[in-house]
T-cell receptor, first 113, second 118 residues
Framework: NAGVTQTPKFRILKIGQSMTLQCTQDMNHNYMYWYRQDPGMGLKLIYYSVGAGITDKGEVPNGYNVSRSTTEDFPLRLELAAPSQTSVYFCASSPLVKVETQYFGPGTRLLVL | AQSVSQHNHHVILSEAASLELGCNYS??????LFWYVQYPGQHLQLLLK??????LVKGIKGFEAEFIKSKFSFNLRKPSVQWSDTAEYFC????????????????FGKGTKLSVKP
């Protein structure tokens, strides 16, 4: 199993541009999450999903959108990139039985200039 | 506000030294507690977790943590660190009991960087 995969690994965006960060898991997990990690600030939850078709806001959802059309995929959309969105983005998933145990992807480093 | 506090931003140790990283949370109810590790250039991995039962929890790679309810603490320990333990360590608490939402949601501390000198 590949686990949780994320693309791209690194991206530079100009202010106002849009992009989609991809996340895929092959473990058939119901729960998926998007976090951002800023230096010295730990991880903050952006959005989460408890299953296909169901998403909800986390702690810092402004400026982002998500969708969950399949169990495997949970893309994160930035519509109008801002410098404040420069961060490392991690996707994670967890199974229904042990929902508190999250498995993380390798991360996407985003720089907005 | 409910939070998870990690007191040390950066810890520098020599190999074979003992390690203790502090973690305190501010929620007074029942919580699930976790320690994650992020090695340089890698993604977060679960080190250990506490749900209930024995407050001394053993994890991978010789790490352990002790849950002390009266102190709202979940400190991470290792008797003898190795150079390969150089990483960033994150304490986390299950947030569903605090904020609602998904049972899997976690609140993370800001992390502690550990540098082990060979």
């Amino acid at each position: 199993n590949a686990g949780v995969t994320q693309t791209p690994k690194f991206r530079i965006l100009k202010i106002g541009q849009s992009m989609t960060l991809q996340c895929t898991q092959d473990m058939n997990h119901n729960y998926m999450y998007w976090y951002r990690q800023d230096p010295g600030m730990g991880l903050k939850l952006i959005y989460y999903s408890v299953g296909a078709g169901i998403t909800d806001k986390g702690e810092v959802p402004n400026g982002y959108n998500v969708s969950r059309s399949t169990t495997e995929d949970f893309p994160l959309r930035l519509e109008l990139a801002a410098p404040s969105q420069t961060s490392v983005y991690f996707c994670a998933s967890s199974p229904l039985v042990k929902v508190e145990t999250q498995y993380f992807g390798p991360g996407t480093r985003l720089l907005v200039l | 506000a409910q939070s998870v506090s990690q007191h040390n931003h950066h810890v520098i140790l020599s190999e074979a030294a003992s390690l203790e990283l502090g973690c305190n949370y501010s929620y007074g109810g029942t919580v699930n507690l976790f320690w994650y590790v992020q090695y340089p250039g890698q993604h977060l991995q679960l080190l250990l977790k506490y749900f209930s039962g024995d407050p001394l929890v053993k994890g991978i790679k010789g790490f352990e943590a002790e849950f002390i309810k009266s102190k709202f603490s979940f400190n991470l320990r290792k008797p003898s660190v190795q150079w390969s333990d150089t990483a960033e360590y994150f304490c986390a608490v299950n947030s569903a009991r605090i904020y609602g939402g998904s049972q899997g949601n976690l609140i993370f501390g800001k992390g502690t960087k550990l540098s082990v000198k060979p």
